[in-house]
């Protein structure tokens, strides 16, 4: 918990290295124990070798000045027109020039350029909705809905084919080859969205955030064909095969929908913050978190044909009938899973991370 805070402003293009929220107006910045100025600056997400002068509370101070509690910080950048020599007291002289005039979409070598103390000038000119243009977001929705009914026509055929008395546990064996098969179609699945995710983006957390939202838009849209081409599944309590890697998933379908939702909501978010020049910060309680929640999901999917296969094997697990599905475990991890999306989109609207 954060005991101190001052009061901070940041003047002209600073307020490029900050959120929307933050830009053009004083905001509390919060601290403990006695943090340098430099540091303060540098923790909020600005460079401090672009800072050209700091006021405290209306004295011109250097970066080794100590924030105290009620401090009013004010930052500018290089002055242009005015000579400030005599109350500058972050370095010899004050920083010269603008030097570099960069496109839009030259951020990354801007922000290279900046932290190596170039002066450099960049800005956005197209102002952005926060989302991938219309036509690639469009593409990406036409993509994921494409893929579900190839995946649901696929699903049709082998009903028809291996269950054609209806699709109800126990669900009995498959042929060997035709479950080789259908588990090398699923992991084709996955690559082929992943790599639309990697031609839609161009930065690790971008491509993360496209695929979220793609398998997203897929595995509903999926549901959705098969409602409409077999009238299944009855309901959303209706337990289904969700895959097969590397035994089979069961679960009833509310289960994968409501991951997806969530994939599709937070990777919304996070889009929306990469385009507003945030970055996604992400430190181990987030990853711990994720992970335990991811655990904790797949654990509710797989024990029930784990269990059978460790005591009965093939066959135990072709005659498996699912009574009842583990929720505890799949809303503590979905809880989970919640919470880390929340708190890194949250943080990540604060200010600069480290993971792009």
């Given at each position: ?9 940041f003047y002209e293009e600073l307020n490029d290295f900050l959120p929307p929220s ?335």
């Amino acid at each position: 918990m954060h005991p101190h805070a001052a009061e901070v402003r940041f003047y002209e293009e600073l307020n490029d290295f900050l959120p929307p929220s933050r830009r053009k107006r004083a905001f509390s910045y919060l601290f403990s124990g006695n943090p340098s100025i430099k540091d303060a600056v540098e923790a909020i997400g600005v460079p401090h070798t672009e800072v050209d002068l700091i006021l405290v509370n209306g004295s011109s101070v250097g970066f080794g000045y100590h924030l105290r509690p009620g401090d009013r910080v004010s930052v500018y950048p290089v002055f242009e027109s005015l000579d400030i020599s005599p109350v500058v007291r972050l370095r010899a002289r004050p920083l010269r020039r603008t030097a570099f005039v960069l496109d839009g979409h030259l951020g990354k070598l801007a922000r290279l350029l900046r932290m190596f103390g170039f002066d450099t000038l960049y800005r956005k000119l197209k102002a952005g909705s926060g989302l991938p243009g219309f036509r690639v977001f469009g593409s990406l929705i036409a993509f994921a809905v494409a893929m579900a009914y190839l995946e649901a026509a696929v699903v049709v055929y082998l009903r028809k084919i291996f269950y054609p008395g209806g699709f109800v546990f126990p669900l009995g064996e498959m042929n060997p080859f035709a479950y080789a098969v259908e588990v090398g179609r699923e992991g084709a699945t996955i690559v082929m969205l992943a790599t639309v995710a990697c031609l839609a983006a161009s930065t690790g957390v971008r491509r993360l955030a496209v695929f979220a939202f793609l398998f997203g838009i897929w595995d509903i849209s999926y549901y959705i064909w098969l409602k409409l081409l077999l009238n299944w599944p009855e309901s959303l309590l209706t337990w289904d095969i969700l895959f097969l890697i590397p035994v089979s998933w069961i679960g009833p379908v509310l289960a994968p929908v409501l991951i997806s939702l969530l994939l599709v909501a937070g990777s919304l978010r996070m889009m929306r913050l990469l385009e507003d020049g945030c970055a996604a910060r992400v430190d181990r309680w987030d990853w711990l978190g994720a992970s335990a929640g991811v655990l904790l999901v797949l654990y509710s999917f797989m024990e029930d044909m784990t269990i059978a296969l460790l005591q009965g094997g093939a066959q135990a697990a072709a005659a498996l009938v699912p009574a009842k599905f583990g929720w505890p475990a799949f809303l503590a991890g979905f809880a989970l899973m919640i919470g880390v999306t929340l708190r890194v989109t949250r943080r990540s609207g604060r200010g600069r991370g480290t993971i792009r």
